[in-house]
């Protein structure tokens, strides 16, 4: 039967693969499983870097990361080599979907949508995602909505510290904060105007990396199938099922369009590719210390799970670098994907390529990676 959709309800799940959602879980996940009887689904293809910001943005406006100028959490000051500027949302220039909607007179609500700190006005309400420092700050908009929050859930949870040993302490934290989100989102639901609901849980990102060496069997790390944490990945899962399924019971399903979506996937990571250091041996990028490579072990760097910004071993750092400026062509950042930047002469400091050559130099160091893939 035909219906009239009159607004639009997204379920942003953060790093969900589709191989466990749309597949190991979703016997389990009956609200869910409820869903995909009733929809279209399937993978699909984030942008390029597929990473939480840029990626919910690409989505919410349409264009790629270089249109937002936005490829990550961190970014380059213009006219320095490595001082950084942190992503937020007021570098978001271009119109995002409940822009579109409040020129139609419809209204939004957002709720964890990144990167939406600090929080602009729109028309509706909005609450701070993962990227708020904490609650002493105005998280929401309209200011009066964060008195609101706290006095449903006390103290609102933006995000979770996951790179711990403490993991109990992760998994606690996990659920109160994830709890306290959906409490707020259905608050939302029943006692603000609405056209348009969208909301990111970034939690179960964050189980992603806290618990996936416990949960997947063929990591390098797995300890075994007799580890306490082996099924906390899949009971964060059955928490969103729940949750999303109190959730579903608010709205009219005759005339409410519902999403689930997603900005990336998640997989495990073994080893790591020493960008830096791959870029020194290429010759392009030049340091006056190079008897500070006899420092690295590389029977080690295999067993490395997470390469530190800038680093390659987490004793050397790009600062201990004597980087030569005046001869290099290009450096890098890493992390979980790699920026490489090109030593631009009149853009960078002591830049030495023309910038009529930027393109030919660019295209030349992207045919050199790809004749090196495995």
């Known amino acids: 039967m035909d219906r009239e959709v009159k607004k639009v309800f997204v379920i ?55 249109e937002l100028g936005l490829y990550g ?9 490595n001082d950084i500027w942190i992503a937020h949302s007021l570098m978001v220039k271009e119109k995002a979907i409940w822009d579109y909607i409040a020129e139609k007179g419809k209204k939004s609500i957002l709720v964890g949508v990144p990167p939406s ?32 929050i706290e006095n449903l859930v006390g103290e609102y949870i933006f995000d979770v510290i996951f790179r711990r040993d403490n993991r109990d302490e992760v998994k606690e934290q996990l659920w109160e904060m994830t709890k306290k989100r959906f409490e707020v989102i259905r608050y939302l639901i029943e006692n603000k105007d609405w056209d348009f609901f969208k909301f990111v849980e970034i939690g179960l990102d ?26 906390v990945i899949f009971e964060y899962y059955k928490l969103l099922d729940k949750e999303i399924g109190k959730t579903l019971k608010l709205l009219d399903l005759d005339e409410t369009a519902i999403l689930i979506v997603s ?44 390469c530190n910004l800038n680093s390659w071993r987490k004793n050397i750092k790009f600062e201990d670098l ?53």
């Open 263 to 306: 900005d990336h996937g998640i997989k495990a990571m073994k080893g790591v590719f020493a960008i830096n250091q791959w870029l020194i041996e290429e010759g392009l990028l030049k340091i006056k210390n190079p008897e500070i490579l006899n420092k690295i072990d590389r029977s080690k760097v295999v067993n490395e799970c997470y």
């Open 73 to 81: 959490f961190r970014h380059r000051k213009k006219g320095t080599y």
């Open 322 to 374: 004597e980087v030569d400026w005046n001869k290099t062509i290009a450096w890098a950042w890493g992390g979980y994907y790699s920026r490489i930047f090109l030593n631009v002469k009149g853009r960078e400091p002591n830049g030495i390529i023309e910038p009529e050559k930027y393109y030919d130099v660019r295209e030349e160091i992207a045919e050199i990676i790809r004749d090196k893939r495995p």
């Open 12 to 66: 942003g799940l953060d790093s969900a693969p589709p191989e466990l959602l749309f597949g190991k879980f979703l016997d389990e996940l009956p609200n869910i499983k409820w869903l995909v009887e009733r929809s279209y689904y399937g993978p699909m293809k984030s942008c390029i870097p597929a990473i939480t910001i840029p990626a919910w943005m690409v989505m919410n406006t349409g264009k790629t990361p270089g």
């Open 206 to 231: 964050r189980v992603h990396h806290a618990f996936w060496k416990y949960f997947d069997e063929t990591h390098h790390l797995y300890p075994g199938d007799d580890n306490p944490y082996k099924n």
């Open 117 to 148: 700190y600090p929080p602009k006005p729109i028309n509706g309400c909005l609450v701070g995602c993962f990227i708020t420092p904490d609650t002493s700050v105005d998280y929401t908009y309209p200011k009066e909505l964060k008195v609101e």
